[in-house]
């Protein structure tokens, strides 16, 4: 297994149709003295949880603090962040959170591959990049990238999951470390513990 | 993957921060835009979206051609300030407005607001819009501002896409508007072309927040998904800049996930409601 030889600064997980649900699976096996911190980018429709529900139900139900993705927030170890809907959510070169209304890439606004090549920019070989289910390509650039620097690359096996095309579009894309199926990849990233950020 | 092919596959980030640095050092020296204050994140993707179009093979080539093209320059604002914009965009925030703001604004004889960063000019015409529907809008100046001349020059004209129509139309809607918004503009051809009673009093003005000073005298400021481009230190001047141009008691709009709880100026204002991003100017607290 890659997480017994390696230790990681920070992962990064894209998801679209089947999001809600698959993420409601995957978090709670972070155990509350987990490490890194964690992003998510999951695409929404415009307006879509203005009151931010759902970072409350995921906190209620996960060992670590999840939070919506704000401009200008310190990221901390241990958090989750969760993009928000109508902005694309990047990882700034001083380790904070900055949003950005640029128009939507693969048709999506917050967009994964935006997520995935900020974020690698910064934690390079020390970022986890994970693809789960979704109706879409996106995230398929940004997990090539996230290859390319050295990361980890973890996806959702399609057969089991609820929307295929986004996990095929990144298996195509590039050589992926560990295709699991969703009960598996909570437990396996909750192994990964910290290094240095760069 | 071969380890040499790993070398060339990724950019070298140390090299590239020194060429981002040279092409907003020509900038700021030829043109006198400073970009140095800008999100690095948000920079760095929209300059390699020009080298990607422009076919060079690293930043710094686009150096030279800033330098000797002012139309290389007018394509870097571009890039830089393009944004999603529609019309009552988050129709909560213009629906709450409407219902919280525009009925203290009746007391007042002469209303002033300005749109800073007012892009292609949606926003302007939702608001003037309201305005019109309070009874309000003539007795109302709308300052709209922005760095990006092209933009502004679409705003100032105000056709728009006709097959946007229809999402604008379900925005106004959901913000509250009372009559039909095929009323505020006439369709010609393929475009939209919105109603002459509505720019009547907008002033349409290029402004650069990162250099220029205030307009006086606000009772509204909207300024809409401008801040996240900016470091915590631009930000800090905008937003002093902005309360400093407000009246007593006037509003700052902000965009729809933006805060200025992290803000040096975050004493200054209240929120007038939790995620409202609607904020109300303070009195100042004198010392003795």
Request: aromatic share 10%; with cysteine; hydrophobic share 40%.
């Amino acid at each position: 297994m890659y997480a017994a030889q390696n230790s990681y600064s920070a992962i990064a997980i894209g998801v679209s149709a089947g999001g809600f649900e698959a993420l409601a699976q995957l978090l709670p096996a972070f155990p509350k003295d987990f490490d890194l911190p964690i992003f998510i980018t999951q695409h929404q429709l415009m307006d879509a949880d203005r009151n931010g529900f759902i970072a409350k139900y995921y906190s209620q139900r996960c060992n670590l603090p999840v939070h919506e993705a704000y401009h200008g927030t310190q990221i901390k170890a241990g958090h989750i962040y969760h993009s928000v809907s109508g902005y694309h959510l990047q990882i700034e070169s001083n380790g904070s959170l900055t949003l950005s209304v640029a128009p939507p890439l693969n048709h999506a606004i917050p967009s994964i591959d935006i997520l995935f090549e900020s974020a690698v920019e910064y934690y390079q070989s020390g970022l986890v990049g994970v693809v789960l289910t979704g109706q879409n390509t996106d995230g398929a650039v940004g997990i090539s990238t996230i290859k390319a620097y050295g990361g980890l690359t973890i996806v959702q096996d399609p057969d089991g999951a609820e929307a295929r095309s986004m996990p095929d579009a990144a298996i195509a894309a590039t050589q992926i470390d560990a295709i699991l199926p969703l009960d598996e990849i909570g437990p396996f990233l909750a192994k990964l513990s910290n290094r240095e950020s760069p | 993957m071969s380890a040499q092919d790993k070398v060339t596959s990724v950019p070298d980030l140390d090299l590239e921060v020194l060429e981002i640095h040279l092409l907003l050092t020509a900038i700021e020296q030829r043109y006198g835009y400073d970009f140095f204050n800008y999100a690095m994140s948000s920079l760095k993707r929209r300059v390699r979206n020009i080298q990607c179009d422009e076919n060079l093979s690293s930043i710094s080539e686009l150096v030279p051609k800033i330098l000797h093209d002012p139309q290389m320059f007018d394509r870097f604002l571009v890039e830089m300030s393009v944004t999603v914009t529609r019309m009552f965009r988050n129709p909560q925030i213009f629906k709450r407005i409407k219902e919280s703001l525009l009925p203290k604004l009746h007391t007042y004889p002469r209303i002033k607001i300005w749109h800073a960063g007012c892009a292609t000019g949606e926003e302007v015409y939702s608001m003037a819009i309201l305005l019109a529907e309070a009874d309000l809008l003539k007795k109302t100046h709308i300052y709209a501002t922005d760095y990006n001349n092209q933009s502004l020059a679409i705003a100032e004209k105000g056709i728009y896409p006709l097959e946007k129509m229809q999402d604008f139309s379900k925005n106004y809607l959901a913000a509250g508007g009372q009559c039909s918004f095929a009323d505020y503009y006439h369709a010609k051809y393929e475009h939209a072309v919105m109603a002459s009673i509505l720019s009547k009093n907008i002033t349409f003005a290029h402004h650069n927040l990162m250099r220029d000073q205030s307009f006086g005298e606000m009772n509204i400021i909207f300024c809409r998904n401008v801040l996240i481009y900016f470091d915590q230190i631009l930000q800090d001047k905008v937003l002093t800049m902005m309360r400093d141009s407000l009246i007593h008691r006037g509003y700052l709009v902000l965009g729809d996930r933006e805060t200025i709880s992290f803000t040096g100026i975050s004493e200054s204002f209240t929120e007038i409601e939790p995620r409202s991003r609607i904020y109300q100017k303070q009195p100042e607290i004198s010392g003795f």
